[in-house]
Structures are given as C-alpha cells and as structure tokens.
C-alpha cells in the first residue's frame, strides 16, 4: 500500500465515521426528545396516586377502586398508580417531591412528613375535615402539626403480643395483667423448655421502638408527651420517657426475651412462634394474621394482648396509629382530584373493601357480626392505642439504636433518654 | 539462559520425575476446583431449595424441603409482574454495555498509547466518576436527567448507567493495552495503515480477553443496579428486576420468600446465561502468534 | 510514529464529551452540597454554610467510627479478594478437570442480587437458621444461638466474608484475563528449573500480573470505601452502628434525617479517601507501568 491508497483509504474512513457519528446524533436527539416527560396539569387532569403497596396487593386495589370513583366523578381524566418498596419509598418521595409530585402520597409516618412540612411542600387539609367522617381525635391530633392537619389517616394498626394458648394452658399461665406478671412467665416457661418472648432486634428489622413507647403508653397517661417534647416542648428526659426506659431495662433483664433476639428478624419470629419453640412474640398485628396462619397451620390457637401496664387496674393499652396516611402535595396538579380521592378512600364503599381484607378503617364503619376473631381482636385494642411514632428523624434513630443496645444487655435506662436529647438539640 | 536466570540444577529426566507427580496433583487440582465450586453454589442451591416450599415449610425453618410448590415459579411471575422487569433490565444492561465498552475501548486505547499530560488528566478526571458514592449523587443526577427529558425513559438509565460504567471500562482496559507491545502498532503504522486500522486489525483481537472481562463486569453491575432505576424510573412495576423484587418486602420487614426465592432464581438466568456464552471467548486473542517475546 | 491531534480526539473525544455532560456536572454539583444546608427537598431552600458540615463531622462520634469501620473493612478485603482472586484464578489456569465448573460457579454470588442476598444470609445464619441449627441440634456443639448478624464484632466479619463470597469472582476474571497472556512456556521452564510452586508464583507469575494486581487492588480500595449494598441489606450499619460503613451513614444523613449537606461532607470525605487511594498505583504496578 502506498501514500496516495493509504490518504485515500484514510479519507473515506473518516467519512464513514463522520456519517455515523452524524445519524448516531440526530436518531439521539430524537429521541431524547420523543422521551421527555410532560406533567400534565390543571382541573381534570390525571390522578396519580404514589404508594409502597405492591399493585397486587389487597391495599392496592383499595386505592384503584377509589380513585376509579375519582374519574367516574369527573374530578379526574384517570387514574394512575405508581409504587416502590416501603425501604426505598422516602428517598423516592424525596427526590421527586418538588419536581414532578403526585397528585396524592401515602406518607410514611417517620421524619419525611414532618420534613416535608417544614419545606413547605404539603396542602393543609383543615379545609376537607369537614367533608370526611370523623376521625378518632386522638389519631387525627398525631397528624396535626403546629395545630393544622396536613395527612388524612385511612386505616389503622394496633401491635401487640401474640402468645400461644397451647403453651399457656398446658403450664397454667394466663394473660398477665401487668408489666411484673409478664416477666414472671420467663421462669415457668423456660424451665419448661420454652423461649418466652420473640422480640425481633435484627439491625433494620427490629421492634425496639414499639416495645419502648409501648411503655411511653402507660408513663404517659395523657398520650401527648410525645408530640409536645417533638415540638420542644418537653425535654426527652422528661420523667414518662425515663421511666419508660427503665421498664425496657427491667424486660431485657427477666430473660424473657428469646436467645438469640439481637439478630432475629420478623420471619423468624414467626417461625420460631409457628414451631413451638417461642410461646410469645412481638409485634402482632393484622399485618401478620397470613403469615401466621402458615407458619401455625392449625396446630394451636393464638391470641394477643397488649403490653400491660405497671399497676393493676388501669386499662391495657396497645400502640397503633395510621397505617395508611395520605397528603396532598401543594405543587401537585389536579388539587380537586386530589381531594375528591380523599373523600372516595374514606367513603363507605371504601371502608367496606377494607373490613373485608381485615383493614381496620381509621373512622367510625359497618362492621358485620361473623368477622374473624383475630380481626375482633383487633378492633378492640384499635381503641385508645397510643402513638408509635416518633417524627423527629434524628430522635427517633437516636432512640431505635439506643433501645436496640439497652435490649441487647448493654447501656443503661438513662443511656436512652440521654441520646433522645442529645440528638433533638 | 533459563526463564529465571541461572544454571540449571542436576537433576532426574524429567519423565521419570514429572508424570507421576503430574497424575496426583491434577487429581488434587480437580478435587479444589469441585470442591470451591460447591462452596460458591452451594448459597444458590439453598435459593432453590426455597423456591420449591410453599409457605408453610418456609416458616418451618426445616433444612431439607417439605414440600415441592413448583407454582411458586408461576405466581412470583405474576406477583411480581416479571414480564416487563425482565425486558427493561435486559434491555438497559444490553444498552449500557453496548455503549460504555464502545467508548471504553477507544478511549482506554488513546489514553494507554499516546501519553501526554492532557491524557493522562483526562484518565484522572474520568476516573472521579469512580469515586463518588452513589447515593450522593443520585439527586443531582435526577434533577439532570428530569431537565434533560430524561425522566421516566429506559434510555435515560442506560445513559445514567453507562456514565457510571465507563470509569470502570477505562480503568480495567488500560491495564490489559499496556501489556501490548508498542512495536504491534508501529510495524502496523509501517506497513501503512491509519491510528484507527492498525487499532482495529492489530490491537482489538489482543484485547478480546479483556472486552470480554470488562463487559461482564458492566452486566453484572448494571444487572444489579438498584439506585438509578430507582429514582430514573417512577414505578417499581415498570422498572428493572432489582427493583421490583424489592417490593416483596412490606413495611414491617416480612416477606413472601418462596416467591422472592423463585423470582431471584429466574433473574439470575439471563445473568449465567451471558458467563456461559462468554467462556470461549477468554480463550484468546494470542492466536495471531504476535507476541513472541 | 506521529498521530495528529484529530485522531487523538476522535479516539477519546465521544468518552469525555459524555462524561462532561453526564457525570461531571452532577458530580460537582453533590461535592457542592457540601458546603450547603438542605434537607434535600426544594433546591432553592439550600443555604449556604461554608464548612461548617465538615466542622461538624470532625466532632461527630458516629462518623468517627464510620470512618474506622470503612478503613478497617477496605483493608481486610482488598488483601482477602486479591489473594481469593489469584489463588483460584492460578488453579483454573491449571486447566484440571472441573476448571470450567469452578470459573463459571464462582461467578454466580456475583448474579445475586441485594434483596435475595439479605435474605439468603438470614436464612442461613440467623438465630434459627441453618447454620445456627446445625451448630445446635445437629451437630450439639452450641447451646445458645450465635448472632451472626446481631452481634457487633462477628456481624463484622459476617459482611467481610459475604463481601469475599459475592465479590471474588470479579478478582478471578481479572487475573484469570491476565494468566491468558502469560505463555506457560515460562512456566514450564521455571518447572524445568526446579524452581517450587511458590517460587514460579512469586518470579513469573506474580511479575506478569503486576498491572492487572495494581487494577484490581485499585478497584477493592475504590469500591470498599464506596461500599453499600451488601452492609445495607444485611444490619443496616447495626448492632448500634458496630458495622456503620461512610456510605450507610451517608443514606441516613441524606434520606431519614434530611441533612443532604451533612451528607454530602461525607461524600467528600469518601471521594478524596478514594483517590488518595489511587497512589497505591505507581507503587504496584511497577515504574514503565504507571
């Protein structure tokens, strides 16, 4: 090959490689722009609901059932569901919150709401109140944020512990009716070969938060500690947290809980329950009604009570609150949409799809007379529960990791309180 | 002069001292490699064995399966809507590997060939790509892409993901084109042919091991990306499979492991699918018969 | 031989011109944050606060220990990959029977993904797990369950191994590319020479490999201080932060606590560990290689 073949050669290389590159950009920009995506606005338009519940679960079709009402109302041209997996679900809030928002998101009830507040993203929903039915007030106040309510409570769940009435009868123990009676059980039933309580306290999986303000319950006979010491109020080291704390470290210390807690996870405890090996475990609640159902196949009957109290002669009181919140983003198009949803998921036509998946409807609703008895239960201890939240996110992680470690046998009651303050300053 | 450098000691023919030897030692080769292999399946095998029990025998915490509930494969397909996850996590990682090892492969070849401070500042600049965590940068990423039109587009995360992608690509190759000697190219520059020839006929085979090993690693990082098609697409029933087969766990941390088990099984496939297909192809770029030292 | 600058471009010019647009901009734009206050919601709410994040991790326990952790973690599997890598990468090479099934076995932890990972490890080492229940019942050696994932120091080592496990196969592939190149001519005459098995590794196989080992060493460091997935899926950066990685606790200062600048100093931080890491090159690869 010489010179001249080999410029040639060059050139119409070059050429070629010019052209492609040339079509390579236009196709792109093309479809680049074919693939933006249009927010469509204003009255009438699209409903688009966001939410953690997969598409094909019972929830889901709650929601589509509402929101079919919300376009045959003409509030809306459709309805369009979008979810992700309940870990992931904030940080996708988050990210699309002040850019491309829904017209209605189920909020989680951790330190996403209260944020979202305080940016100014959420719609006061003061105004639809008047329009829904009444809300149990002592739900709708843990919604409220410096007095206006910005997230409309749907349904409800209650956690309590589930115990084995096998296991129970066979060693002649009853339901214990307060704090010091459940302790005793760790005795009697491992020396009858029993692991007493499965508490799960797997890092990310544990239920340390709900067993602490299952005691707040009860140190706090008002039910508004809490809120008041997230909103300053109150310090975390005030004496109903305290006490609490030391209620915690009196549990961790009978050997109640099941050997091995620290790295058990909710799947094990229901399998270690469903065997036989546990005669307790902690949470249950509707959410877990299938799964036990599996994991017992018929071998015993079960059944729950809450976390009891310090002294005899007060009321039992499980922790609970909305499972299912919905807000309304300000920016979101189609508010009217959005607020015909709300109506449509708190309607009559709506409670009654939830009673019969066994949601509890966070509003008074028809509950027919043949119901499952763990459902019964269920809305029995629905009534009065006590918050299990805390929406301070620096609080709240500070105190899940200080009560997973007091559980684990290290660290102390005050240990707790202390880190709660240290981290809401 | 021998390989390492000094006078060979006396000793047997090597007939009589090699073979046997040989034999014993191939056999305890054999053995490890069985025996690792098994180690690293073996997690595998227990998915699988999960995948077969219903729910009960799940909970059951037994060690060997109670049941065989083979429907587990069915439902998880429609539980989880495996369908579309399976052609947009084939159709993203195909793209992303299609174009991050396009770009790599020229790009590594400049900045391995002709050294220049410019070059090499460019390597570095790209290789900061390498350096952030992800979750840090995935915000800003969002807000890129939704101002590019990119939102809510399978194109979007194949050109998220191969931004990512190409750091990695750069890096990996420009190691394996510094074992080819710079005599190759200049014999082919002899002979005539342009940058772009001698890189295509001379250096290109050398590298197949290479390409190869780098688009498998691009499959499997892109294959499992969780992040980008989390926030890049809106809803987990028309995102990627690692994306949807995280909703399987609710808000309490339970699960349905026997579909989870089942839906993993069946994403893992295409994934061994493409090591299987990529074995021959590690068998060399040496055939040409260039590098004779 | 001479290449005009054009060819130059042409050769590099679409990677970084990509690169500009799609990675730069956001990459500068996180490193900014850090030196804002935002809760990550509506950018126009960031306010500027100069350094005083990165005041602020310099007092902070939990970053304290973050860092330790990542450090700690960076090192043992960056020697434990590289020498898993290199030591299987040679027995493949060996070409015995069942090599085939080795290269590709190893190769599937890396097909998993996070979901199913988190919950094959609980399966198998949470308290009434598999292991747990032949340590117990099978084999009657212990009486209490082992917390593999609930206790501080062994939920440590749990996550160092399942990271070798997942992970070792990529450092196989890469020495295994890098063993094609070496012609067994050279090995079979080190044989010849006498020279042991340990003595070929450390004079010819081990020389050969240096630009491959500087890579793959290179990628462990970068991507163990990066590291995320595995530790968030497995404890979440639990038991009381005993496994708290600089990216784990980057998510939560960013996404459950709504401090995206506090965050975004951490990212810092983890950047510039990760190109401190690249001098680890030169050194390892030899001089004309660098």
Known sequence: MNREEGQSIRRREFIQRGIALGVAGSLTGTVLSACGS????????????????????????VFAAAGKRVVGDGSASSYHYTFSDFGSYPAKLKTSAAAVPPSVAQMPWDGTYHAMIAAGLLRPLDDVLPELPRFDPGVLEQMKFKGRTYAIPMDLNTLSIGYNKAIFAKLGLSVPETFDDLLALAKPLRDAGYQPLALPLKPGGDFSTDTYLAQVAYTDPSGTAVRRAEQGELP???????????????????????????????????????????????????????????????????????????????????????????????????????????????????????????????????????????????????????????????????????VTALLSGKGGAQDVVNAMQRAAT | ?????????????????????????????????????????????????????????????????????????????????????????????????????????????????WRSRLTEGLFLLILLGLMVPPSLVITPFFIAMLNLGLYNSLLGVILAESAFALPVGILILRGYIDRIPVELVGAARVDGATSWQAFRHVVLPQLTPAIVTVALFITIFTWNDFLLPLVLLPSSDGSTLTVGLATSVGQYGQSDVGLLAAASLMSVLPVLAVFMAARRYYVLGLSAGALKQ | MFVSWRVKALFVGPAVAYFAVFMLLPVLAALGLAWTSWTGFDIGQASWTGADNFVALVHDPVFGKALWHTALFVLLSTVLLNVTGLLVAMLINTRARGHDFLRVAMCVPLALSPVITAVLWQYLLGPYGLVNQLLSDVLGITGEPIGFLGEPALAFATIVSATVWQYSGINMLLFYAGLQSLPSERLEAAAIDGAGWWSRTRFVVLPHLRPVLAIAVL???????????????????????????????????AFTINNVGFAAAIGCVTCALAIASMLVRRPLAGAEYA
């Open chain 3, 219 to 253: 990628l462990n460091l970068i991507g163990g201080w990066k590291v995320f997935d595995l530790v968030y899926v497995l404890t979440k950066g639990g038991p009381n932060r005993s496994t708290e990685m600089l990216s784990t606790y980057l998510y939560e200062q």
């Open chain 1, 236 to 402: 975390w080291t005030a004496e109903p947290f305290t006490r609490a704390a030391e209620q915690v470290q009196r549990l961790q210390k009978s050997g109640l809980l099941i050997d091995g807690a620290s790295s058990l996870d909710i799947g094990g405890a229901v399998s270690v329950f469903g065997d036989q090996k546990a005669a307790m475990m902690y949470a249950v609640g509707n959410y877990l009604f299938n799964q036990l159902d599996q994991a017992i196949q018929g071998k015993f009957e079960y059944d729950m009570f809450p976390f009891p109290p310090p002294s005899a002669g007060v009321k039992p009181l499980a922790t609970g609150g909305p499972a299912i919140l919905w807000s309304v983003p300000k920016k979101a198009g189609n508010q009217d949409g959005a607020t015909d949803y709300l109506k449509q998921i708190t309607g009559r036509a709506s409670a009654a799809m939830m009673v019969k998946n066994s949601f509890v409807p966070a509003f008074p609703a028809d509950i027919p007379a043949h119901v499952d008895a763990h459902y019964r239960r269920i809305l029995e201890l629905q009534r009065g529960a006590a918050t299990r939240v805390v929406f301070d996110p620096n609080v709240f992680v500070a105190l899940r990791t200080a």
């Open chain 2, 1 to 113: 002069m021998t390989a390492l450098g000094h006078e060979p000691k006396a000793v047997a023919p090597i007939a009589m001292r090699v073979r046997p030897r040989a034999g014993t030692r191939r056999a305890a080769a054999s053995l490890a490699c069985l025996g690792l292999g098994a180690a690293f399946v073996l997690p595998l095998l227990w998915v699988a064995s999960l995948s077969v029990r219903d729910e009960a025998d799940i909970l059951s915490l037994r060690i060997l399966p109670g049941s065989f509930h083979l429907a587990n494969y069915a439902d998880a397909f429609k539980t989880f809507n495996l369908g579309p996850l399976f052609v947009n996590s084939i159709l993203i990682t195909a793209g992303t590997v299609i174009l991050s090892v396009a770009m790599s492969v020229t790009a590594a070849y400049a900045i391995a060939s």
């Open chain 1, 38 to 61: 249009g927010a469509a606005n204003g009255k009438g338009g699209p409903l688009e609901v966001w939410g953690w519940m997969p598409t094909t679960d019972p929830y889901a079709t």
